[in-house]
């Protein structure tokens, strides 16, 4: 039995290393978290991905460090995969290890709903109208999935509060067509529609990552297959100093200490991986352009 040992999982790249690793096992295997010291719980989402679509058995050994092993089980990724049952999050600062099949949206509410109530615990830096838009914008991630991922595996996301370093990182991920795909796809039939019979111009894809940029702009969030819309959740992550990761083919779009990165990957990722992680120092407070910078009682 092949075994993939786990000591850290603290960025994106790690966890789509492990994802990849787990895929490309082509027989029974133990995912050793044994020695793991450190686990970004946001980023388990990606490795549950990993683990539903791999066709083979499997076997999660637990982590021996009390701080991982406890994190782990209220995320509720142990009682997923293990027979372990999951812990109380006492001090509300988890967003569960979630899956929700394509064919259960139903429940998508629900989590939602949920979501909605461990963020606005902790994210107290922002205006109520702001903060407002900003779950908006997170259900439209949400919804997305459903839309137009084509993945029957549905939507992955999990999270978790960092008190220390006033951080509230939460991860989307699906295993579907992709961003490219659905943008490529819109643009060519509008292309195909406008164009004049005797054009001979022919549409050009974009690349993928010019496909993730793209589908980043507000004007470009469509009815259509495409569009995020997020221009108002990445302007409070180049304000705040907060992450934006998406990964999706071999696209990737980052803001990290207030730059944007933009690359294409030597490796393509089946699917869309959105990562966000809210800078909730209170040291500066955000609000919607024409709100009165009120008293934060």
């Not at 991860?171 to 795909?181: A, F, K, M, R, W």
């Not at 010019?210 to 969030?221: D, F, G, K, T, Y």
């Not at 990722?269 to 800078?279: D, P, Q, R």
């Amino acid at each position: 039995m092949k075994e993939i040992k786990v000591y850290s999982i603290s960025s994106l790249t790690d966890a789509i290393g492990y994802h990849n690793k787990i895929l490309e096992t082509t027989d029974t295997f133990k995912l050793n978290f044994q020695k793991s010291q450190f686990i970004r719980n946001n980023y388990l989402s990606i490795i549950g991905l990993a683990l539903e679509k791999c066709d083979n058995e499997f076997e999660i050994i637990e982590p021996l460090d009390n701080g991982v092993y406890k994190a782990m089980r209220t995320n509720g990724f142990l009682s997923e995969f293990t027979e372990l049952s999951k812990s109380d999050d006492t001090y509300k600062t988890m967003i569960k290890y979630t899956q929700i099949p394509l064919n259960n949206y139903d429940e998508v509410s629900a989590f939602f709903a949920y979501f909605d109530t461990q963020l606005k615990r902790k994210v107290l830096n922002t205006s109520d109208k702001l903060l407002n838009k900003i779950m908006q914008k997170i259900l439209e991630l949400f919804s997305n999935v459903f839309r137009h991922s084509q993945s029957e595996l549905g939507l992955f996301c999990s999270g978790q509060f960092y008190p220390k370093n006033e951080q509230f990182y939460f991860t989307i991920v699906d295993g579907g067509v992709g961003i490219p795909h659905n943008v490529n796809s819109y643009l060519k039939e509008d292309f195909n529609s406008n164009k004049g019979m005797f054009s001979l111009k022919k549409f050009q894809n974009k690349s993928d990552e010019e496909c993730i940029e793209w589908a980043m702009q507000e004007r470009n969030s469509t009815t259509g297959a495409g569009g995020l819309g997020l221009a108002l959740l990445e302007e409070l992550i180049l304000k705040s100093d907060g992450e934006l990761e998406i990964i999706s083919k071999q696209g990737y779009y980052g803001i990290k200490n207030g730059k944007k990165v933009l690359r294409k990957l030597d490796n393509s990722f089946n699917g869309t991986v959105i990562s966000i992680g809210l800078n909730t120092n209170s040291s500066k407070y955000y609000f919607l352009k024409g709100e009165k910078n009120e008293n934060r009682d």
